[in-house]
């Protein structure tokens, strides 16, 4: 199946700084790739939607000036959290389609555990 | 609203069968899927169904019903491994953007005993 890639899978940071997180896709590409947050016991909620060469899509309450994400190429989205603060601590995952493919399932990459301390 | 109902928890015994029922009420829909999740990991996908019908891989099989916005799980020949989180998403669409995104289930949390 089609793989996606997250990177870093773990990031501690302190509170105020920024991180970002790459997703890929490995074998396939997407002009759409989709951010997720999943806070501990709780379903995944989608935060934005990125698009490539164009402006992201946010989901409703989704600030986003403080999640900034860029899609520059056909196989790399990115998202940086600015300012991070303790709150901001949680799941974070990407997923892709194969949308040459016949398949039409979302694959997800392995996720990036962020931590603000 | 996008809205998807699931149990919280079903528990059961190894070699036994489990169905895990989702209910859904999406705007755009298109399709519903389930996803495994083990706890610290990301989503693993386990099935699609964009019919109504029945779609079998393996020992997981899942179940849709357009008409009754209404879609199953069903896990047979329980292990042990199989105890984790499952979620049902439905996949929506909206204006310009392609499929994809995904509206998730609260998630079902499956335990399976020996």
């Known amino acids: 199946g089609a793989v996606v890639s997250q990177h870093p899978s773990w990031v501690i940071c302190k509170s105020g700084t920024s991180v970002k997180i790459e997703c890929r896709s490995l074998d396939f590409q997407a002009t759409t790739m989709f951010w997720y947050r999943q806070f501990p016991k709780q379903s995944l909620m989608l935060m934005a939607t990125?698009?490539?060469?164009?402006?992201?899509?946010?989901e409703q309450g989704v600030e986003k000036d403080k999640f900034l994400i860029n899609h520059a190429s056909l196989t790399l989205s990115t998202l940086t959290v600015t300012s991070a603060h303790p709150e901001d601590s949680s799941f974070y995952i990407c997923?892709?389609?194969?949308?040459?493919?016949?398949?039409?399932?979302?694959?997800f990459g392995q996720g990036t555990r962020l931590t603000v301390v | 609203g996008q809205s998807l109902e699931q149990p919280s928890e079903v528990t059961a015994v190894e070699g036994a069968i489990v169905q895990i029922n989702c209910t859904y009420q999406t705007s755009g829909f298109y399709g519903l899927s389930w996803y495994q999740q083990h706890d610290g990991g990301a989503p693993t996908f386990l099935s699609y169904n964009a019919l109504d019908g029945l779609e079998e891989t393996g020992r997981f099989s899942s179940f849709l019903s357009r008409s009754d916005s209404y879609g199953y799980l069903l896990l047979q020949e329980l292990q042990m491994k199989d105890s984790a989180s499952y979620f049902c998403a439905a996949g929506r669409r909206g204006g310009g953007t392609s499929y994809g995104k995904l509206t998730f289930g609260q998630g079902t949390i499956l335990t399976v005993h020996p």
């Open positions: 990125s698009n490539e060469g164009s402006k992201a899509t946010y």
């Open positions: 997923s892709a389609r194969d949308e040459q493919g016949m398949n039409t399932e979302a694959f």
